[in-house]
């Protein structure tokens, strides 16, 4: 959705236009369903309680955008951000939510008004639960993950959204230090909800939760 107001200012626009665009896409990142290389900032930071980074909105992309360039730059995929006040709890990826798989449990970052409620997190979730996942929505300090890393705790890692589905973390950079996280391989968690949830996309799997919605059909 976009303002297309006929003016030039600093206010609301009293119109706008709202379109869905229908497209194929290929794998969202260049090295598809593979472990990506997460740079973690302890410089910038993407949102703070009481601005607008618990929307699906532009400014919340631009903020990102120059960390996300540097990291790149030092052969990152994406940001893991820190929360705003004490840089200590982790939020989300630049393009995802963010989870992690320590002993038995699931873990993501729970909803304060800074990170997105993504539509793929809430899946994620739902279908842990279903299989008898133990699920936390709480916050975690990356210094809680590092020490779960160290301690062989710490069994998987993903981002979860709309394009990527769920894509695994292989690599974290903290401090100037690199973190491998399972090896490096992606996690049989993070296996199994990436085919589940896109077999029941596809509508190649049962659907119990509602999740698909007919909005039309072909016609000769």
């Known amino acids: 959705m976009i303002a297309t107001e006929k003016a030039l200012g600093v206010h609301p626009s009293s119109e706008y ?65 820190l929360d705003a006040v004490e840089m200590k709890n982790v939020e989300e990826v630049g393009t995802s939510n963010i989870f992690f798989q320590i002993g038995d449990t699931l873990i993501t970052p729970n909803l304060t008004g800074t990170i997105l409620p993504g539509v793929t997190r809430d899946s994620v979730i739902t279908l842990a639960k279903r299989w008898g996942i133990p699920v936390e929505e709480r916050p975690l ?48 968690l993070t296996r199994r909800l990436y085919e589940e949830i896109l077999q029941i996309q596809y509508g190649e799997k049962e659907d119990p939760f509602g999740w698909r919605v007919k909005i039309g059909s072909m016609s000769e």
């Open 141 to 188: 300090s990356i210094d809680e993950i590092l020490e779960a890393n160290e301690k062989g705790r710490l069994k998987d890692a993903f981002a979860s959204g709309t394009a990527a589905i769920v894509s695994p973390v292989g690599h974290l950079h903290y401090k100037g230090k690199e973190y491998l996280i399972n090896g490096g391989q992606t996690g049989d």
């Open 17 to 81: 236009l709202f379109y869905i665009i229908l497209c194929p896409v290929g794998a969202y990142y260049p090295q598809g369903f593979s472990p990506t290389k997460i740079y973690v900032s302890e410089e910038y930071v993407r949102s703070v309680r009481g601005g607008i980074g618990s929307c699906k909105a532009a400014g919340n992309y631009a903020a990102s955008l120059f960390a996300s360039e540097k990291a790149q730059a030092m052969g990152y995929t994406q940001v893991l951000w």
